[in-house]
């Protein structure tokens, strides 16, 4: 079956640090993979989407960055946090192929002070 | 602003009583699905209903969808405590492709 996981559970950084946030699938192949943010108590916004090796689109210019090195694994990353950028990151993978159902990782809850 | 947008954005009822959610959309889709957030967590799909289909049941589940109003509800029947969650309806985005996007989300309380 697949999981996916993402990691650090919970972040609390300083401004003007670097960041980065870990996603990795396991049990299934060539998936598109997504990165959101959520502010408390509201919607997703989508940040990054991939849907290969090094594919990344980007959805709304910002402060982030975000690569896809292997197969299953996405990385989100800053060169410098900004106080904005505090915030519920999830990651998310597809099926290939413009399958519909999402699956999400656990969330990593950001704090920027 | 989103191309679903759920409503109420919170709804507080009893346990056992039923809770019906509504989301509305902007663009013809081929799919709208439900996903349940609880509290500091990720999304868990619930349910995805297709526009060639009115109606979807999946445990207490019910699903509607009207494209002529472009609109779709999520019943929950027999509520639980368990249930309480934020619930998003999430449509495809315009042309086409794998890019989905979420409304903002009711958020359900079910007292016990």
């Known amino acids: 079956s697949q999981t996916i996981h993402q990691w650090p559970a919970t972040l609390v950084q300083p401004v003007g640090s670097p960041l980065s946030l870990e996603c990795t699938v396991e049990?299934?192949?060539?998936?598109?993979l997504y990165w959101y943010r959520q502010a408390a108590g509201r919607g997703l916004q989508l940040l990054f989407y991939?849907?290969?090796?090094?594919?990344i689109s980007s959805e709304v210019p910002q402060n982030l960055s975000a690569s896809r090195p292997q197969d299953r694994q996405f990385i989100l990353s800053s060169k410098k946090l900004l106080l904005s950028d505090s915030g519920f990151y999830l990651c998310a993978w597809s099926g290939a192929g413009g399958r519909e159902t999402q699956y999400f990782g656990p969330g990593t809850r950001l704090l920027v002070l | 602003s989103q191309q679903g947008e759920e409503d109420p954005q919170a709804l507080s009822i009893q346990e056992g009583e039923n809770a019906t959610m509504n989301c509305s959309y902007k663009t013809s889709i081929n799919n709208l699905q439900w996903y349940r957030q609880n509290s500091g967590r990720g999304l868990v799909h619930l349910i995805l209903?297709?526009?060639?289909?009115r109606e979807k049941h999946s445990g207490r589940l019910r699903v509607t969808l009207d494209t002529s109003k472009k609109s779709s509800s999520l019943l929950i029947t027999a509520s639980r405590a368990a249930d309480t969650a934020s619930y998003f309806c999430a449509t495809p985005r315009g042309g086409g492709g794998f890019k989905t996007i979420f409304g903002a989300g009711t958020r359900l309380f079910v007292k016990a």
């Open positions: 049990g299934t192949s060539n998936p598109n």
């Open positions: 209903i297709r526009s060639n289909e």
């Open positions: 991939s849907v290969g090796i090094g594919q």
